[in-house]
């Protein structure tokens, strides 16, 4: 780590890659190229991660965030496809001239008439995939989650995600994940450009992205673009739907516990247009009726009141053809409560963001984007006893300014550069207590702020039809309590193709992590405190190599791919046994820091043309961490550390009209500490027995392994003003009761009331559950 006086270096070293990469670009070059976007028909909406190809040649591309693609080829003529999942491709014959010029060529796809249509056009992006110079990155779009089974019958998008391969669940039914052995706060979570720092609700089943306005996900677990820093271990970058251009829609849901509903369209048409999302669940309603018509029963308990509800927001403004702005917002909240006997209990917790984007085109081959954007989550804990109250209150709020340009040359070269810099406000465990006695009244907390900044480039070279590298470096800094962190980040990937249907690819990135989760292990709500690096807490660091296989076969429409990695990571970060996470002003003092490692290989078969579609993913992995003070200074797995993780997913379209899903999991048991032993004690006169748990190996057990077959059905229905469907589903079909936490109960004598031994005991949360939604849109 270095100081501000010591930057100097490293800035030298970035401006000579940007020299390099600019020595390396062509000055001139007579070779042509389409370029153009790809539209949706019916919306005008930019349809992002489309593929535009040659397919006589094998060469391809996918359109970026405005749906702008643009494709290297030789003079003469030339036959084009462009293809998008859930619309019908278009097939266009071009002719590029041999004096260097670029033709333009705009495709604006129709929707797909029906479900088989999508799967089987599905099968161009495969081809893509296997061509495409990134690897260990997964993509999902709100068409195909809508098929998968889900619980309660709310579809989620994270969720979804953890049915990929190296993407594990932080417990059953959970949205929390943990990738290739990194911490739930490794994972960069991006709406629209813009963090979001808790990206759950309904203490962590359900994700804040509504799937009615996100047009798609993409994850990475490796080999990170250069733009992405901030985290170690996976980006999950959410792009909310644009809205139609063309007409007024409404679509949304009725489920079990919540309710959705999306209305987009025009303002001006061909100029602006907007879409707004809202979602809220109504168990409160229920639970509320029931205390009322129970408050008169002697042993009646009354049930907390639990509701959360999200909004979020698009605007588009296109000036003129060469500059657009655009506004997006979110705003989500969690609500608990209890009330009995003077006991008076609230939690609230929740983010909010907002991003205004403006783009400009200064030609057909270089793009620029200016954003500002701001985000904050906080948590609001209150109790009230009798004279007493009690707030405790967390936050973290961020004020960001980026910039970033697209430059697409000729000779193969696509150029990605761009700078940003966020300020961080840090509130960390304030807490109020006051009462009718002034001389009981307490405040504590913290206050920190500091400053992050990120300058970056990168190159997408085609070097020629059967190899590609994406080669770039980010430089990163950090400042807070009067220290200055920075640090280099190169990433590089490759891919050579074997034949047109098999390539090899390799990736390395580093990473650097400013800020860091400090969770209670021992809270059941989620109270998360975000802590910045200062003087005593360095950044975490993590560097990972991944070496990969990708093959088509069966006429395209399978795809197998089998990836190996390993990565190290540096200031990991834990705490001394018995720490005090709240209350405490000197929280540093509990930090402990270690290194750590996971390894592991994901093999992954996907099908998606024909009737039945799907994919099976198998993932074998090690994850350890390693401190000092802890477990003797010998490494021990962490509590994800997961050997066996298998995932089937299989869709069948059995007419036009009905679909039926299924989904299977496999995980091996989590690791986890228990006594060995129990030492007892007692005072002088041989009363007030006491037992102190006595631990050996950390993590040294592991729970029963879990799995789970979820099952579901889609069911168009016939409406004559758009479209609906029913969708059921059926979670965890015979009722396999996983296990979600061990506790360790008394045994005791039934004529004496003495404790005689100890027994673990396992609880587990979800049985079997059904559920129905009606969708509709129009």
């Known amino acids: 780590m270095l100081n501000l006086n010591q ?49 006589a040649l094998g060469k391809g591309t996918v359109t970026d965030v405005n749906g702008y693609y643009m494709l290297p080829l030789p003079a003469g003529e030339h036959t084009l496809q462009a293809s998008y999942i859930g619309y019908t491709p278009i097939t266009r014959r071009a002719h590029t001239p041999a004096d260097g010029k670029n033709k333009n060529i705009v495709f604006l796809l129709e929707p797909a008439n029906n479900e088989l249509k999508e799967v089987e056009i599905a099968s161009n992006s495969l081809r893509q995939r296997l061509n495409d110079t990134r690897m260990s990155m997964e993509v999902l779009t ?90 170690l271990s996976s980006v999950v970058d959410v792009t909310l739907n644009e809205g139609n251009n063309e007409r007024v829609g409404t679509a949304g849901s009725l489920g079990l516990i919540s309710s959705k509903l999306t209305i987009d369209g025009p303002i001006k048409k061909d100029k602006a247009n907007f879409i707004v999302s809202g979602r809220r669940t109504y168990v409160d309603v229920f639970t509320r009726q029931i205390n009322r018509l129970s408050e008169d029963n002697e042993d009646y308990s009354p049930i907390p009141d639990y509701y959360f509800y999200d909004l979020s927001g698009k ?30 209990f609230g939690f609230d917790w929740g983010n909010r963001m907002a991003n205004l984007r403006w783009e ?36 973290i709020e961020d004020y960001t300014f980026k910039t970033d340009f697209d430059w697409f040359l000729e000779g193969g070269h696509s150029l990605k550069f761009g700078s940003s810099v966020t300020r961080h406000y840090f509130g960390i465990g304030h807490l109020n207590v006051n009462s009718d006695d002034d001389r009981l009244n307490y405040t504590a907390g913290n206050n920190y702020h500091a400053s992050e900044f990120g300058v970056y480039a990168s190159d997408d070279y085609q070097i020629n039809a059967l190899f590609s590298l994406n080669y770039g470096l ?70 990972q ?17 089998n990836e190996a990695y390993y990565k190290w990571m540096h200031n990991q970060l834990d705490f001394r046994d018995g720490a005090n996470l709240f209350l405490n002003n000197n929280l540093e003092a509990e930090f402990l820091f270690g290194k750590g490692n996971s390894y592991g290989n994901e093999l992954y078969l996907e099908k998606v ?117 029913l969708t059921f589903g059926v979670y965890n079909v015979y009722n396999r009761r996983n296990p979600y936490f061990v506790y360790i109960d008394h045994v005791k004598d039934e004529e004496s009331s003495q404790i005689t031994g100890f027994q673990a005991k396992q609880v587990s949360l979800f049985p079997v559950v059904p559920s129905i939604t009606y969708n509709f849109k129009f």
């Open 7 to 55: 930057m100097r270096p490293y800035l030298h070293l970035f401006l000579c890659f940007l020299l390099f990469l600019f020595l390396k670009l062509p000055a001139h070059a007579q070779s042509s190229s389409i370029r153009g976007y790809v539209r949706a028909a019916d919306s005008g909406e930019p349809l992002i991660g489309a593929t535009v190809s040659v397919p």
């Open 142 to 231: 709100t068409r195909e989650a809508k098929l998968l089974p889900a619980l309660f019958g709310e579809v989620d998008l994270v969720k979804a995600m953890q049915l990929k391969p190296g993407i594990q669940a932080s417990s059953e039914g959970s949205t929390g994940m943990y990738v290739r052995g990194g911490g739930a706060d490794q994972n960069l979570m991006q709406l629209d450009g813009t963090t979001i720092y808790n990206a759950s609700h309904l203490f962590g089943f359900f994700s804040v992205f509504n799937p009615e306005s996100v047009k798609s996900v993409e994850l990475y677990k490796g080999g990170f673009p250069a733009q992405f820093g901030g985290r």
């Open 315 to 344: 605007l588009n403004y296109q000036l003129d053809d060469e500059n657009k702005l655009t506004l997006s917002a979110y705003y989500g909240r969690d609500f608990f409560s209890f009330s009995e006997d003077g006991f008076n």
């Open 360 to 395: 400009h085109k200064f030609s057909d081959q270089l793009f620029a984007s200016a954003s500002v954007n701001a985000t904050k989550y906080n948590y609001n804990l209150k109790n009230a006893i009798d004279a007493y109250s009690l707030k405790l209150t967390s936050d």
């Open 474 to 543: 980010r430089l990163s800094a950090f400042n807070s309590g009067g220290r200055t962190y920075t640090g280099l980040e190169p990433r590089i990937s490759a891919k050579y193709n074997l034949d047109e249907n098999t390539a090899i690819k390799g990736s390395y990135a580093s990473m650097m992590q400013y800020v860091h989760l400090v969770s209670n292990s021992g809270a059941t709500l989620p109270t998360d405190v975000w802590y910045p690096s200062t003087k005593n807490v360095e950044p975490q660091r993590s560097q």
């Open 545 to 561: 190599i991944a070496l990969g296989f990708t093959k088509l076969f069966a006429r395209g429409r399978f795809l197998l791919t």
């Open 609 to 725: 043309k024909g009737k039945t579609t799907g994919w099976l993913g198998y993932t074998l992995s090690w994850t350890f961490r390693q401190f000092d003070e802890i477990n003797g200074g010998r490494p021990f797995p962490t509590r994800y550390d997961r050997r066996h993780d298998v995932s089937l997913v299989l869709m069948h379209k059995l007419n036009k009209r009905l679909s039926v899903t299924a989904s299977f999991v496999y995980g091996s048991g989590t690791a986890y500490s228990l006594p060995v032993a129990r030492f007892a004690f007692q005072d002088m006169e041989g009363k007030g027995a006491s037992m102190v748990p006595i631990y050996e190996e950390r993590n040294g057990f592991r729970l029963p392994p879990t799995h789970r077959l979820d099952l579901g059905a889609v069911l168009k229905l016939k409406s004559r003003h758009g479209e609906a469907d």
